[in-house]
């Protein structure tokens, strides 16, 4: 596993080494730590079957772990009951009493800890009110929507303060609109509260919104941690690299070469320059076959314009996505296409790149189209175990 500065084992809340088995014996987890410390929201992020849910549950007390630790709050509760550890969890399936109207939902858990009358009404008004559930207080949740449902859950969750947050996939049933206000409050919230939070989701876009750090997981396997930022600019391994970022990132085969002072990388007749010499942590790696990321933002129309720097490199249009403030151009180039080791074949047999043309760009699938690369900005990997060997420096 890659990542930041691992959290101080003080305050922490999460899992520390954790292996989870299912009940044929296969590995759910392996030896997964996961630790958020007060008031830092954690994401995690994975493909469906990854384990991204087996971790909140093995948090919560509703999985049993075969190996490994169990922290809220810096303290170990492996061995506590799930109502002890004190936790507020959103499952990704709501379950709402369905014999209480929405108020009596929301409060439920502070009245079953017997809180004063007076608090329960004052949190009540004000989760109410950043929820947006008012009209809804005195209505049974089969008459909800799923979206309510998930908003009334939230508000169950948020109300009162916890050891810890345990939300998974608490945006899923929410529209674009509702979805981007709703991150706001669920961040408002958690760092108000000064505890943790783990946010599980397959939505890359809710995780860089929301967190501090992202975890992201693969086959029950901690493949990075880190920030928003190094996730996307450092990915540990091609699977992050495909995996972060949207549109995702171009892979094309190039070999590299040097001549005096100069480095690039040769695709069938054309050569990328990295216009620096080699840099140290390739210099092994001088004629040998690489693959080579470009995100999206480094694939220009050059008919638009192009700088100094950049390479051009006819591709023909594939996909075109009108986003009405850009246009996401797929494009095919003449290259084999790259499959990351371990995940699904290409789409075809020619490499593809992402662009993110003006709105305005009149191509049309089938276009040919002059790219502008920038390769400076270019990310080395391994064809054979897809670590990555060399990312651009950060401008």
Partial sequence: MSGSASTPREGATGLDSVTVLAADGTEVLHDVTLLAGPAELMAILGPSGSGKSTVLRAIAGLTPIQSGDVLVGGRSVRELPTHERRLAMVSEAPALMSFLDVGHNVTWGMQARHRPAPEIEDRLRSRSALLRLGRLLSRRPGGLSAGERERVALGRALIDVPSAFLLDEPLGHLDAPERVRMRRVVAEVVRGAGVPALFVTHDQT????LADRVAVVRAGRVVQLDTPHALYRRPVDLFVAGFVGTPAIGLLRGHLVSSGDWAGFRIGARVLPLWRPVPPELRGSVGRELVL??????VQDARVGSDAQSVRLPGTAAVVER????????????????????????????????????AHTPVRVGDTVELALDSTHVHVFDPVTGRALWHPPDD
């Fill in 206 to 209: 809710d995780a860089l919104a």
């Fill in 293 to 298: 990321g470009l995100r999206p933002t480094d």
């Fill in 323 to 358: 986003m009405g403030s850009e246009t996401l151009v797929t494009l095919t180039v003449d290259a084999p296409a790259v499959a990351a080791p371990g995940a699904d074949p290409p789409a075809g047999p020619q490499a593809r790149l992402s662009a993110r043309f003006p």
